[in-house]
């Protein structure tokens, strides 16, 4: 295994998040034209297993987010997007689901679920949930009929294939331990495919029969009333069922084999008009294709498929040896401009398939922790697209430092370490990759104060604390007006009273500086300048502007901004 492939699936896995689209009135030829609610959205991640145990058993729950919701509504979000609640047997966190239509035992109950939406709702933030329809848990009772026997109703609500016809050609899992996405089931003497664990068969959306009811499903939960859907992996749902011979190698690209093949585009225009044209609902897909155009494709809105997607390019650039912020500056200024007149994207550093964002772009060193936070909040909060924060992000967390396998949890690096041990590959280096990439960095409970468990949980967490908790935690920070938590509610309000920061024109500023990340923001007469230095050196910077009538409206430095001499990881916001 010459790539952690489980993991660099991960982090290139496009994510589109589906946003209730009504009627979707203009093309958006100025970005001013097609003001809609889920652009002016700030999204707030919550992760269910790790933000707040109300009953003690180590697992967040939805009662403790309940008890929460002043806090989320403190930091001035504007919607939630809840990773999966439904019911599941968890082997992948609930990405493997086992009733659409019920909760995870672990989560609380329908009554919890509502009791959720309403105290939301009343606090004026939206909700999106994830749908997780590339594919179903094993224990779904579709799969447990399909499995059976061959002329089961629900044969073809997934992918097999019957051992008489010989083995099929081989696709690549993402989570397997053997990475081979065909698992024989003696029942019936036939494959079934799995791009993700063999827990994780892949649903069949040739079939009409599966389509119908995923739009029942969803139909469920937007009548009561939920705001959005973030569609998780969608973009592999359509396959050539013929299953043809990809080129040898082909799994260290397989987005280009398994992503946007023909037939996609089809089930979302049905899903849309089926389900999103009928309610007040945003969409959102994890992944964006390919290309531009792929990403066009599904998210322009007269072909009424998503609103909104989001693409890897950017999270992907962070790598344990550094990045190069050119290419970061490069990265997210290519994608801003092939969305500037049509489309619309997502802004994201992290979410639950990331490592911390502060240990990955910038630095968790305590000496420079809190501004790398700040800088990169400020980042997020001032580009055009709609943000994306994921919880935990607002206070700086950081990585875990796990040193030993027994400390994860992670179903795919789990097995990916177990298949390392079976073809003798390099355990050190492996642990040395996961400490700085593995998703359990971005999982670890959430740090509410300094107390046991930093009042996470009563019970023992189902992942361990980051140790740090201690000294980063939201009780600290209510109490320090210059904390990163205030900081980010500054960001917030800022990006809520400027429209300019949603739809103004994006403009790089000192383009070739290596460590300065710089542009302008400009709409109706409004500009903005948002410097950042991404480096803990200080860096010299050409605004390209006379800066000395320049409104300073936020900075992470006492005493506001230096100008044209950064300090390390300086971020500052000025009013031109
Ligand atoms: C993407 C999700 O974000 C990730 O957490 C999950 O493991 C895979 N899809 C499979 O559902």
Known sequence: MKKNRSLLLLLTLPVLISCNTGEQKKTNTDTAAGREWWKEAIVYQVYPRSFKDSDGDGIGDLKGIISKLDYIKSLGVTAVWLNPIYSSPNDDNGYDVSDYRDIMKDFGTMQDFDALLKGLHERNIKLVMDLVVNHSSDEHEWFKQSRSSRTSPYRNYYHWWDAERGKPNYRY???????????????????????????????????????????????????????????????????DTSFPAFPKGFENDFVKYYAMVPGLHNYLQEMNKEVFSKYNVMSVAEGAGNSFRDAHELVDASRKELNMAYAFDGVDIAKPEGYSIRRLKEVFSRWDSAFAQNGWLSIFLANHDQARMVSRFASDVPQFRELSAKMLNTFILSMRGTPYCYNGDELGMTNAGFTRIEQYRDMPTLNEYKHLQQTGGDIPKFLKQI??????????????????????????????????????????????????????????????????????????????????????????????????????????????????????????????????????????????
């Open 435 to 576: 400490q700085f990439s593995c998703r359990d960095n971005g999982r670890t409970p959430f740090q509410w104060d300094s107390s046991k468990n930093a009042g996470f949980s009563t019970g023992l967490p189902w992942l361990q604390l980051n140790p740090n908790y201690r000294d980063i935690n939201v009780a600290v920070q209510e109490k320090d007006e210059k904390s990163v938590l205030n900081y980010f509610r500054r960001m917030t309000k800022l990006r809520k009273e400027n429209p300019a920061l949603v739809y103004g024109a994006y403009q790089l500023v000192d383009k070739n500086n290596p460590s300065v990340y710089a542009y302008t923001r400009e709409w109706q007469g409004k500009k903005f300048l948002v410097v950042l230095n991404f480096t803990s050196k200080a860096a010299a910077f050409d605004p390209a502007a006379d800066l000395s009538k320049a409104k300073t409206l936020i900075s992470n430095y006492p005493g506001g901004s230096a100008a044209k001499q950064l300090r390390p990881y300086e971020a500052v916001v000025y009013q031109l």
């Open 173 to 239: 899992s993402l989570f397997d331990i053997n990475h081979d996405a065909w698992k024989y089931d003696s029942t019936t003497n036939a494959y079934y495919l799995h791009y993700f664990s063999r827990k994780q068969p892949d649903l069949n959306w040739e079939n009409p029969a599966l389509r119908k009811e995923v739009y029942g499903i969803m139909k469920f939960w937007a009548d009561k009333g939920i705001d959005g859907f973030r569609l998780d992996a969608f973009q592999f749902t359509a396959k």
